[in-house]
């Protein structure tokens, strides 16, 4: 369990630094692109907020179903559920982080899209591997 488990932090920390290197590759070189137009930076702000909205939470939903599937008379979750559903959890915030670092990118890495690739960044962050529910503490 314990190599399962460091297996495990060690997708969250990649996954967390790839998203982590493209807002600073963003911020780095977007200042030094065309920007959008108005509308569509306003548009590609919209699709950020309503990813967020929409994905983190069925995140979380996916996560208990897939804990839920794996959950043993003891009340424990078996490692494989464990993974698996934290690496659905933290898949789809990658996928709200770097769509909105994208959208960021395109409008120069200007706007409160970044905010929303920092929120989803957050998210993913807080949920760090312990294994706690696969382990009685």
């Given at each position: 369990m314990q190599?399962?488990?460091?297996?495990?932090?060690?997708?969250?920390?990649?996954?967390l630094m790839g998203q982590i290197m493209f807002l600073a590759?963003?911020?780095?070189?977007?200042?030094?692109?065309?920007g959008l137009a108005p509308?569509?930076?306003?548009?590609?702000?919209?699709?950020?907020?309503?990813?967020l909205v929409v994905l983190v939470?069925?995140?979380?939903?996916?996560?208990?179903?897939?804990?839920?599937?794996?959950?043993?008379?003891?009340?424990?979750?078996?490692?494989?559920?464990y993974a698996s559903g934290n690496i659905l959890?933290?898949?789809m915030c990658e996928?709200?982080?770097?769509?909105?670092?994208?959208?960021g990118l395109l409008n120069r890495g200007q706007g409160p899209v970044l905010f929303i690739a920092a929120v989803a960044i957050a998210v993913q962050a807080v949920n760090f591997p312990t294994g706690r529910a696969m382990r009685r503490d």
């Open positions: 190599q399962q488990l460091m297996a495990l932090r060690i997708i969250w920390a990649a996954m590759i963003t911020l780095t070189i977007a200042k030094n692109m065309a509308k569509l930076a306003s548009l590609f702000l919209y699709c950020a907020i309503g990813m939470p069925v995140a979380y939903v996916i996560r208990g179903i897939v804990y839920r599937s794996g959950r043993g008379e003891d009340g424990l979750i078996a490692p494989q559920q959890f933290w898949a996928g709200v982080g770097l769509a909105a670092i994208t959208f």
